[in-house]
Structure formats: C-alpha cells, structure tokens
C-alpha cells in the first residue's frame, strides 16, 4: 500500500484538521486551569510564594500520568472512531470535573483538611484528565499520513501551544479581572463541554449522545455561573468566622472583608490579615500609633508617598499631619480601592484633592519618575514572608526609596517583626530603629524627637474629619509616646540567628525563612 495512503474505513481529517483542534481545546483549558488552581491553592495558603511551586509539581505529576494513559489507549485502540470517542468523553469528564474538583478542595479545606497528598491528588487530577488527550491528538493528527508526520505532527503540537499560551492570557487578563475564580471554573467547563460537541458533531462520532451530555453540561454551568452566589468557593476558604461580608475578586488578587464590633472590620488581602478601619486611639485594634509618630518625626511633610493604601485607614490619618499639600498613594491592587469606597472616612480621604492613588507597581513608578522627592514614605507592606514581599524589603528597593527622599525626610515601613527587613535597613540608611514591629529610617537621628514637647502637641491638635483625633486628657498619648524605639544590635541580641541582607536575588523572607505549606501533622489529617 502507497504509504500517504489511508486505509479504509480511515475519516479525511478535513481542511479543519480536527485533532489540532482537539489538541488547541486541552491546551487552552489546560493552563487555563493551572493558572485558577494557582489563585485558589495561593489564597488557601495565604500568599505563600512556595504555593505555586507546589501546584506546579502536582499539576505536571497530573500530566505525566494523563500522557502515560494517553499513550496506553494509542496503542489498545483498534479504529480511528474509538479514539474519538475516549478523547471526547474524556474532555466532557474534565469539563464537569472544573467546577467540582475546586468544591470538593473547599470543602476539605473547610473541614480542616490540610494533608498534602490529598491536594496533590485533586489538583492532579484536574491536568491528568487533559493530559490523556494530548497524544491521542497527535496519534488522529499523525497517523494517516506517513508521507508527512513530521509536518502533521507540528501542526497539532503548534496548536496545543498555541492554546496552552492563549489560555492563561485570557484567563489571567480578562477573566479574572471580569469575573470571580469559581464563575471562572464553572466558565471553563462549559467551554470544554461546548467544544467537546463541536467536535462530536464535526467528526460524527456518537454525535447523539455526546452532543447531548455536552449540551447539558454546558447549560448547567453556564445558568449555574449566573445563579450562584459567585465569592461562595473563596467564601469557604477563609480561616475565619464568620464568614467574610465583603469579597472582591480580580486580577491581582482576593479582597476579603470581615465583619467587626461598631464599624471596626478587618480586612484580608490574599486571605492575609491586611488592616482594619478602626480609626478610634482609644480602641488602637490597629495599632495607629506607627503612623502617627511619623507626625513627630517630621515637622512639615508637604510632599508625602504611600506604598500600599489597604483599606484606607492610614490614609485618612497622614491627610490630616500639618503642612501636607499633596499624597501620592501607589497601590497595585484596584481592590482595595473599591473595598474602602464603603467606609465614610477613608472613601473622604481618597476623594481629597491633595490626595492622588496611582494603581501601578511602585517600583515601576517610582523608576519613571526620578524627579520626585518626598519629605515623608509610608510603605504599607504586608507579612514579610508572603509572595514578593521581600521585593518590598529589599536593599535594592530601600535604596530606590532613598533617592526619592529629600533632605530631612523619614522613611517607616511593616516589618512585620522581620529581623532581617531590619538588617537590611540599617545597611541602607545611616539610622534605622524600631518601634514597635515598624522600621523607621532616615538620614539623620530622629529618635529626639519622639519624647520631644511638640510631639504631646501635634497629637493633641490632630483632628479628623473636623474633630479631635484624641479625646481630651487622653491616656492614649502618653502610651504611644513612651513606647521606645530599638536598635538592629538589641533585635540582634534577642534573635536566635544572625540576621541577613534581604536582596532581590535572595528573597530569603520568603523561601529560606518563609513559612511552609505543610507540617508533618498534616499528613494524617483527613
């Protein structure tokens, strides 16, 4: 027989070469559910940079194992039409597995359920069934052509990569930044249901049935994605009780908002404690007194810089020092910025003419902006072993702040008590102290004054909104004035090791002291 020569019985794979097709569809749902398995595994654990490695292992033990099955049925498969009918059925199986896999992990993670194979299991599950489909593509898309495997094979591979590139540009660009991750899920399987029908009906395999079970799949998704309450899967996986009131969802990440007694809510970024809107000194849940010293350690910041807003909180705060005319807040996350329009006093102070947020990475914009000086830099940075915290934390960054700082100016960012985020500011600035688990740093000794007389002064005549931020004869003062700061050598003596330079390169708030996923308990929990 003439090798280009199909043998009978053999179907023309057509003009729209089906099996690239096929193959287009599983790469597109494939990283396209990596990259939600990404979001969802990263916010059950907190932001853990480790977390996306984690997924990754589990996600390619997935793949292996789906392209050996794959590969297995290749060879156990005795016409064209069985193929189809396994490839197609296994793209409906992983179309209704999309939304109930990450349900299932929420309810595991509800109940407490943090055993790491357990995970590895389910998220692997979710690539192994994609994956099973790969080579059966490239077996339809190759086999009939033995004149040109070379230039068939390339074209079902190309589209697979295509698909695999597509998949989490629309995914993590558009997607996510329309709609909520389970809406996504439940997105994603309808579209491989659909796509499992049109190729049903485009090869004529079993079209009856399996055009109607896609069909089915697809609507209910689809009316499901419209009539559930969309934030319900992230809803299920936040560590605390009660559930949180508010949820925002978009591409940079999960904004969670917890009810709290007289107005004082907490709020989450990335299911990480991230501020509260308590602005009462008195009742000081969140700690304002780190702010407000930096109204003592300056005595006319006009031109101050914010790293991060959160829910607004320290915001409505600094627009209140004396001297401030402008406030420039660089904020990568729009989130919070839609989360604090609901509290009166932060939503007043991002509508001040002197204050403007910028949504941009703030090294970025600082870099296209060399000319800019600032008297005073607030960084609202978060927990220092979360993903690219130590990016905050770094010489490299402290060094870029400090070149955006005029003469006089104080620098104060979250430690989050990191001995090392101290370190390495005491390297950059010529005095760096803490106070309480804040860095304040600067070119000049500032310590004075802090217990200087004008300090009781500016705190008694601080005002919000029109009234005295302290209640007259307030304790609250004096508390805040007598807490002292530290010095690196005293932290250093305290520590059970040596500190060490946080660098971009290094990362080491996150990786070498960062915090794990898993401990060996977690092994037996089930």
């Not at 407490?112 to 080579?135: E, K, R, W, Y």
């Not at 109204?295 to 101050?304: C, D, F, G, I, Y």
């Not at 805040?480 to 500190?499: E, H």
């Amino acid at each position: 027989m003439h090798p280009a020569r199909r043998p009978a019985g053999a179907r023309r794979n057509g003009p729209m070469n089906h099996p690239a097709l096929l193959s287009f569809a599983c790469g597109f749902a494939s990283l396209s559910l990596e990259i939600l398995w990404v979001r969802l595994y990263g916010f059950t654990k907190s932001s853990t940079p480790v977390a996306f490695g984690f997924v990754l292992a589990a996600y390619l033990l997935g793949i292996a194992l789906g392209a050996s099955l794959g590969a297995r049925a290749c060879r156990r498969a005795t016409t064209d039409a069985q193929l189809w009918r396994w490839s197609l059925a296994a793209l409906l199986v992983s179309a209704a597995l999309s939304p109930l896999l990450p349900a299932l992990f929420g309810a595991l993670t509800s109940a407490h359920v943090q055993n790491p194979l357990v995970d590895i299991f389910v998220i692997g599950l979710a690539s192994a069934i994609l994956s099973f489909v790969f080579p059966i593509a490239h077996h339809l898309g190759t086999r009939h052509f033995a004149d040109r495997q070379g230039q068939r094979f390339a074209l079902v591979y190309t589209a697979n990569v295509s698909g695999a590139a597509l998949g989490p540009l629309v995914t993590g660009y558009v997607l996510l930044d329309t709609l909520s991750v389970q809406q996504c899920f439940l997105l994603l399987g309808a579209a491989q249901a659909a796509a499992a029908a049109a190729l049903a009906l485009a090869v004529r395999q079993q079209r009856a049935v399996l055009v109607g079970v896609a069909a089915l799949l697809a609507g209910s998704m689809a009316i499901a994605a419209q009539s559930l309450e969309p934030h319900r899967l992230v809803r299920s996986l936040t560590p605390k009780q009660p559930v949180p009131k508010t949820v925002v969802e978009n591409r940079h990440g999960i904004v969670t908002i917890f009810p709290g007694e007289l107005g004082d809510d907490v709020v989450y970024g990335g299911n990480v404690y991230d501020g509260r809107t308590n602005l009462d000194p008195q009742r000081n849940t969140n700690g304002l007194e780190r702010p407000l010293l930096m109204a003592a350690l300056h005595p006319e910041p006009k031109r101050v810089l914010m790293v991060g807003l959160s829910i607004g909180t320290w915001l409505a705060i600094v627009r209140e020092f004396p001297g401030v005319e402008t406030i420039d807040v660089v904020e990568i996350n729009p989130g919070y910025v839609q989360a604090a329009q609901a509290y009166p006093a932060q939503a007043a102070a991002m509508r001040d003419p002197r204050v403007n947020v910028v949504i941009d990475d703030a090294r970025r914009w600082l870099r296209h902006r060399p000319e800019r000086k600032y008297d005073m830099v607030i960084m609202n940075t978060t927990l220092h072993w979360r993903s690219n915290a130590s990016l905050l934390l770094s010489s490299e960054f402290l060094r870029l702040i400090r070149s955006h700082m005029a003469p006089g100016a104080v620098l104060t960012f979250n430690a989050t008590s990191s001995g090392d985020a101290f370190l390495t500011a005491a390297r950059v600035f010529p005095h760096a102290y803490r106070y309480r688990n804040f860095v304040y740093a600067a070119d000049f000794d500032f310590r004075p004054r802090k217990d200087a007389p004008r300090t009781r002064e500016v705190y008694a005549n601080l005002r919000l909104d029109g009234q005295p931020f302290f209640t007259p004869g307030s304790a609250a003062i004096d508390v805040f004035m007598r807490i002292p700061f530290l010095t690196v050598d005293l932290a250093q003596n305290a520590a059970g090791r040596r500190f060490e330079e946080v660098t971009d390169y290094n990362m080491i708030t996150e990786f070498k002291y960062g915090r794990k996923l898993y401990f060996w308990p977690d092994l037996f929990s089930f």
